[in-house]
């Protein structure tokens, strides 16, 4: 016979922790800012030679080197790298896969910055390829060598005229936008989508392929210090390092560089398990928006609009961005002021209705009654002074877009007047200012109208242009905040109790063990004792009582739960559950808990599938969670302030923090069983697959959990009992 209570075992010792370092900054330096290139194996019959020409009329020393040719691209080659005297600092391999590896190792003991590999053929293609990537990763490694790639399309850099690329030359403008993909082909869509903005320049396009060596992480933190670039935006995978990514991020953040990321493959719902709620709410994507949220990176779905969320901050000089809470929308029709608050409020801006100048608006625009968007009608360009200084300079908006049809084929002295007009504005008052099409790119005259100063950005119809605004105010806001980091917590390892079987697939921890857990980082839970066998029912606390086969994952499916039991009638109860288990063929072990009064229910949880790391996930409980499909998170562990956000987003809902005279859920409290949580998934990640807590019950004194399931890694280990 046992039974099990619920003790208050005593917390986590922390201890510091320590990360990978990142790639030596000058050995990617040297190769994304080469002054001597090697490019080796091509031949003017290449492909791709057309692509390499424009590097020649960069600042660089460029050297080809080619076993047998006479010539290439109207130079006479070398027969080998080693000709070469002195440092090379970038090394272009035009080659296979297999000669890429001979070249890497000849490499090694000539002072090279890092080599670029357009090869496939590397880990992806079995063991042979894998023997030829580690051979490749070694000769890196012995050298001291970045590697972008292999399977790269390389990189190129606009304002350098450096082109060291397998991509077709799409002649983005130079700027200071600056990207990195996985993808490689992407570089060309980003490169069109730059050329087709008026007023957006792209400083870097980096393809990093395989990320043998040198990966994402690596490259942001170079941008982070890069003075070629203002803004940065991600087509990303998968991240290999997360904990080095995310300190790059913080670096970019701290250097005034907004970051945008598109994530691919955002539907992949493989580690999905329907055993747990979290599981398959939390979906890969999912962790993906949480914790880029949490590191101030902004989503992106797809290559417009990641570059129309840089297009803005990229060319306004950063004394002017803020945090556009009051935009003001100044437009050529009423078509167009109609549409940009739609879309406006679409976006997240807001548009204050500025009552102060209805006044003025109605003594000059007739028929015109509403300031904010404002319809100029046919007498904008009478009265176009006073209202450009009346919006520009209004203080009670932090920015402003003009919205008319001046496109390409819009040039006219009238429409260089009006644009004139808003940059000297702008200028003047040191405010965020737009100009817009009301479809595709402001013409090109508008460039040369507004000048290079910073003061005006030119934005891509209304939709682009408000999301370059709403991406500036929102990291804004993200650097005003508090990043505080939360402290290192030390590593719990897995409960030594045998596991429960969920069916052949999963496992997970016994009731008494998870509910042991949960108290170790101070989240409440309900009194309990755990029955084995043929034990009689022996609880310290008053009922009624709820009785439940205590290691059952879906326990309401094979309705092995009894509600409003009394202490007369609790062997039966016992009774009734241990049939159950034995025609299931499930654990026979009962446990009891005293029935408990709620106002609501919650749903807390750790997914700790992600390749980000374990994340903390919250949500209304019980059907709710279900019903709305929603949740948040944040990637564990919390910092109190952490906690407090999340919170805050459920805020519209109108239940956690009361409505209609209705007392609150506690939201304090909430922060803080989010803050334990978030320290269990962080030390518990390497066995917590997920654990779900729903419901944890809204009561009138508190919060209350009732029941966990804790589904347990394949893999890991066990050695301790977290109930002693």
């Known amino acids: 016979m046992t039974i099990t209570s619920n003790d208050c075992p005593s917390g986590t010792t922390e201890s510091a922790h320590t990360t990978p370092d990142l790639m030596p900054a000058t050995a990617l330096a040297r190769v994304l800012d080469p002054r001597v290139i090697a490019v080796v194996g091509l031949s003017d019959a290449s492909p791709v030679a057309p692509f390499i020409a424009p590097t020649l009329d960069s600042s660089a020393v460029v050297h080809f080197v080619h076993p047998t040719a006479e010539s290439v691209l109207g130079r006479q080659p070398l027969r080998s790298i080693s000709e070469i005297s002195g440092p090379i600092d970038a090394v272009l391999s035009v080659m296979s896969a297999d000669r890429t590896v001979a070249l890497a190792e000849e490499c090694v003991p000539l002072d090279c910055g890092g080599l670029i590999v357009y ?78 903005r008026t007023g957006v320049g792209i400083s870097r396009l980096i393809s990093a392929g395989n990320e043998a060596v040198t990966d994402v992480a690596d490259y942001l933190d170079f941008l982070a210090g890069d003075p070629d670039t203002t803004a940065i935006g991600l087509v990303i995978e998968g991240i290999r390092r997360p904990e080095i990514f995310f300190r790059a991020a913080r670096r970019c953040l701290e250097a005034g560089k907004p970051v945008v990321a598109l994530k691919l493959a955002r539907n992949n719902r493989t580690q ?28 992106a779905h797809d290559l417009e609009e990641l570059v129309d969320r840089l297009s803005i901050i990229s060319q306004l000089t950063p004394s002017t961005w803020n945090a556009v809470e009051r935009l003001g929308v100044v437009a050529g029709t009423g078509g167009f002021a109609s549409l940009a608050f739609d879309l406006a409020e679409e976006e997240g801006l807001s548009l204050p209705p500025l009552d102060g100048l209805v006044g003025w608006v109605e003594a000059t625009i007739p028929g015109i009654k509403i300031p904010n968007p404002l319809d100029t009608t046919g007498f904008g360009a009478t009265y176009w002074t006073d209202i450009v200084e009346k919006y520009v300079g209004s203080p009670e908006l932090d920015a402003v877009v003009f919205v008319n049809m001046w496109g390409e084929g819009d040039d006219s002295p009238l429409y260089r ?77 897995r409960p030594s109790t045998d596991l429960v079987d969920a069916g052949g697939q ?48 879906h326990r309401t499916e094979l309705g092995a739960v009894a509600l409003h039991v009394e202490r007369a009638d609790l062997d039966r109860a016992l009774s009734d559950m241990r049939a159950i288990a034995e025609r299931h063929g499930v654990s026979p072990v ?39 499909d929603r949740v948040g998170g944040r990637p564990a562990p919390l910092t109190r302030s952490d906690a407090e956000e999340l919170v805050e987003e459920f805020r519209d809902l109108r239940l ?54 804790c589904i347990v890694r394949d893999d890991a280990p066990a050695t301790e009992d977290v109930r002693s």
């Open 506 to 553: 999963k496992s997970f921890l016994p009731f008494a063990d998870v509910m042991a857990l949960l108290e170790k980082f101070s989240i409440p839970v309900a009194p309990y004792c755990v029955v084995d066998t043929d034990a009689q029912a022996q609880p310290a606390f008053e009922g009624p009582y709820a009785v439940k086969l205590a290691d059952v994952a």
């Open 417 to 493: 007047r009006l644009i004139d007009e808003v940059t000297s504005a702008a200028r003047r008052h040191g405010k965020p200012v737009a100009i817009a099409a009301g479809a595709g790119p402001v013409g090109k005259f508008a460039q040369e109208v507004i000048g290079n100063d910073g003061a005006t950005a030119l934005g891509y119809g209304l939709r682009g242009t408000l999301r370059g605004l709403h991406t500036m105010g929102t990291f804004v806001r993200n650097r005003q905040k508090s990043h505080d980091l939360p402290e290192p917590i030390a590593a719990l390892t």
């Open 119 to 196: 090869a496939a053929g590397f880990a992806e293609l079995g063991v042979e390829g894998r023997m030829l990537e580690r051979r490749l990763v070694d000769a890196a490694q012995r050298g001291d060598m970045a590697l972008i790639g292999p399977n790269s399309l390389g990189y190129i850099s606009v304002p350098r005229s450096i082109s060291l690329t397998a991509s077709a030359n799409y002649r983005p403008p130079a700027g200071g936008v600056s990207i990195v993909s996985h993808s490689g082909a992407m570089m060309g869509g980003i490169a069109i989508a730059a050329r087709q």
């Open 272 to 299: 999905q398990m329907a055993a747990s709620h979290t599981g398959a709410l939390a979906g890969s994507a999912w962790a993906y928006e949480v914790a880029f949220r949490k590191a101030g990176i902004q989503m």
């Open 656 to 709: 956690i923090h009361g409505y209609r005279g209705s007392e609150p859920w506690h939201p304090s409290r909430i922060a803080d069983v989010l803050v334990g949580f978030g320290r269990l998934a962080a030390a518990c990640h390497a066995w917590i697959e997920s654990l779900d807590v729903n419901p944890l019950l809204v009561t009138e004194y508190g919060l209350i959990a009732v029941d966990a399931l």
């Open 590 to 628: 009962v446990a009891i808990q005293p029935m408990t009064a709620s106002r609501g229910e919650l749903l807390v949880g750790i997914e700790g599938r992600s390749e980000l790391g374990p994340m903390v996930v919250f949500g209304l409980g019980g059907i709710l969670v279900e019903v709305l």
